[in-house]
């Protein structure tokens, strides 16, 4: 079976632009999860889905916004690039959320703002 | 304000050491804790620990859960340099909020 898919692996966008990532689950899991890793931090969590609606977000603005598809796969969009926004962004798939779940990640998206 | 600590930041050690690896937390209605192991991108599930005092064990790893002194942690024994890697720790709470350490970077020599 399949893990995780993301696409693009890489990305490179200057300040301002907007720009879109993609996240497949493995099959048959409900719930996808957005992370954001800077260089030498732990994931942070950006947002979770299930069935299509949100269900948690983190401290993050709402220039971050994010969505899932029937099925199942989900897009995160980041608006108005900042510098800061460069880093590794994770894809995690778990088949339902809300209770004790392990989560399985993709391989990852590197944004690089310039 | 809600937080999980992981300790030491880094350690090197030889093969054939054992070694613990150490996570705190401080989060509103607890309800697991995960451990990773993230090689170069993808973090990869070890351990996902929800009730005090069961060992968790995979081989030559195991971990344990403490929720009255709010820690948990990650033992390796006889290291190999293929465990070279940063070790995460999660936690999750509220309901559906995931909470990531820094993480500790491991480096086995041989």
Redesign the interface.
């Known amino acids: 079976d399949a893990g995780?898919t993301q696409s693009p692996t890489h990305l490179i966008k200057t300040r301002g632009q907007q720009v879109t990532l993609r996240c497949s689950p493995i099959s048959g899991h409900k719930s996808v999860?957005w992370?954001q890793q800077v260089l030498?931090?732990?994931?942070?969590?950006i947002f979770?889905y299930y069935e299509k609606e949100e269900?948690?977000r983190?401290n993050f603005p709402d220039r971050f916004s994010a969505r899932q598809f029937p099925n199942y796969s989900s897009e995160l969009n980041v608006n108005a690039l900042l510098l800061g926004d460069s880093a590794?962004y994770?894809c995690a798939s778990s088949y339902q959320?809300?209770?004790?779940?392990?989560?399985?990640?993709?391989?990852?998206t590197r944004l690089t703002v310039l | 304000e809600d937080k999980v600590v992981q300790s030491p930041l880094s350690l090197v050690v030889h093969e054939g050491d054992t070694v613990t690896l150490n996570c705190s937390y401080e989060v509103t209605n607890f309800r697991s804790l995960l451990w990773y192991k993230q090689e170069k991108k993808a973090p990869t599930f070890l351990f996902m620990l929800t009730s005090s005092g069961i060992e968790k064990k995979s081989g030559r790893l195991s971990s344990i859960l403490d929720k009255k002194e709010l820690f948990s942690i990650l033992n390796i024994t006889a290291t190999q340099t293929g465990d070279s890697a940063v070790y995460l720790c999660a936690v999750v709470y509220n309901f559906n909020k995931f909470y990531f350490g820094s993480g500790t970077k491991l480096n086995v020599k041989p």
């Open positions: 995780v999860s992370y030498g931090q732990g994931p942070q969590f979770q269900r948690g983190g590794l994770l959320a809300g209770i004790p779940d392990t989560q399985y990640f993709g391989p990852g």
